[in-house]
T-cell receptor, first 116, second 111 residues
């Protein structure tokens, strides 16, 4: 079974600074999808960024980028120029491709605090 | 376009009762999946439906069931509620290979 590990239960960053959230996963599949979701106190899960395993290039969405290391099974999220609105719980998630893999496996989450 | 709509947002039930939660996916999304979120267990997959068929089921007891209608709307039902069923229940809809869009969830409290 696939597992996703987020080793940092909590992180803090100063406004305008850069922070990196870590995520590792375990899988025997070669093709899969990885996601970072943000869950603010409003509790709605918001997709931050998505990476297909077959793509070598790291995904980027504005201030958010990932460092995807397939061999190391690592998928970290970098938030640049942090803003107060980035404060939330961040979840790393894995989804296999095809077959019976139509589900997300989540890590335990990292609570990000942004200090003014 | 409208997002994923879950109703109700809050629910208080008594132990032993049953409950039905509803989820309306984004128009055109045929896959709907359900997750349970608790402080202790985190986010856990319940089940996933595509074109009215359950394709995948998580490791939950048979008290948890669901279904999907021809318009892709989905319901999940929990019978004989237990205190441990208190949780945030999240629904997500997706295209076949796309990312998942989540609703705001239903907060279920069992007393």
């Amino acid at each position: 079974a696939q597992t996703v590990t987020q080793s940092q239960p909590e992180m803090s960053v100063q406004e305008a600074e850069t922070v990196t959230l870590s995520c590792t996963y375990d899988t025997s599949e070669s093709d899969y999808y990885l996601f970072w979701y943000k869950q603010p106190p409003s509790r709605q899960m918001i997709l931050v960024i998505r990476q297909e395993a077959y793509k070598q290039q790291n995904a980027t969405e504005n201030r958010f980028s990932v460092n995807f290391q397939k061999a190391a099974k690592s998928f970290s999220l970098k938030i640049s120029d942090s803003q107060l609105g980035d404060a939330a719980m961040y979840f790393c998630a894995y989804r296999g491709s095809g077959g019976s893999n139509y589900k997300l496996t989540f890590g335990k989450g990292t609570l990000l605090t942004v200090n003014p | 376009k409208a997002g994923v709509t879950q109703t109700p947002r809050y629910l208080i039930k008594t132990r032993g009762q049953q409950v039905t939660l509803s989820c309306s996916p984004i128009s055109g999304h045929r896959s709907v999946s359900w997750y349970q979120q608790t402080p202790g267990q985190g986010l856990q997959f319940l089940f996933e439906y595509f074109s009215e068929t359950q394709r995948n089921k998580g490791n939950f007891p048979g008290r948890f069931s669901g279904r999907q209608f021809s318009n892709s709307r989905s319901e999940m039902n929990v019978s004989t509620l237990e205190l441990g069923d208190s949780a945030l229940y999240l629904c997500a809809s997706s295209l076949q290979s796309g990312g998942y869009t989540f609703g705001s969830g239903t907060r279920l409290t069992v007393v």
